[in-house]
């Protein structure tokens, strides 16, 4: 798989460590939930940008269908607009990414891949809400987590880092 540096997720070690402690209270069943935060386009030399998630609330979900984590949770609609409201109204913060874990290696698995192509397709003539987030994945084991993206019709693995702050 491809991997584009120039898309950054920036995950402080508390939204890690709520990561973990969600992985841990799903298990064995596989965890979702949803990060919020901004995205900044910044410029990293003439003419070069590096567009950077960054993560600033993570709300954990219960997933009600087993391995089939993080599209459950968009079903879930009453669930998803009480996170909204407090992300999003209370907090000016926008949704940034969608998190699961995996019984495998943290890649996204082919159910994954065809529910990003899913979420890259507009409603209509509106957005989809869900476009353009990062998937972020922990296996469940060694808790080691990545990020993807589905950016421009290809599958990408963006530069996740871990900030001490
Ligand atoms: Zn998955």
Redesign the pocket.
């Known amino acids: 798989m491809k991997i584009e540096k120039d898309i950054v997720l920036v995950l402080s070690e508390k939204i890690v460590a709520e990561l973990k402690e969600c992985n841990i209270n799903a298990s064995p069943t ?1 965890s979702c939930g949803l990060i919020f935060g901004d995205i900044k386009k910044l410029e990293t030399a003439k003419d070069d940008y590096q567009i950077q998630y960054t993560g600033k609330r993570f709300y954990c979900l219960k997933s009600n269908i087993e ?1 089939y ?2 599209f459950a949770l968009i079903e879930d609609s009453d669930k998803y607009f009480e996170i909204h409201q407090d992300a999003v109204y209370n907090r000016q913060l926008r949704m940034i990414s969608i998190f ?1 874990s ?1 019984p495998v290696p943290a890649y ?2 082919s ?2 891949i065809e529910n990003m192509k899913y979420l890259d397709k507009d409603i209509g003539t509106r957005r989809n809400p869900f476009k353009n987030q990062i ?1 972020t ?1 922990m296996d469940m084991n060694t808790e080691k987590i990545n990020g993807f993206i589905y950016y421009n019709k290809e599958l990408l693995q963006i530069d996740l880092q871990i900030k001490n702050k």
């Open positions: 596989e391995s984590g993080s699961h995996h996204p698995s159910i994954d998937w994945i």
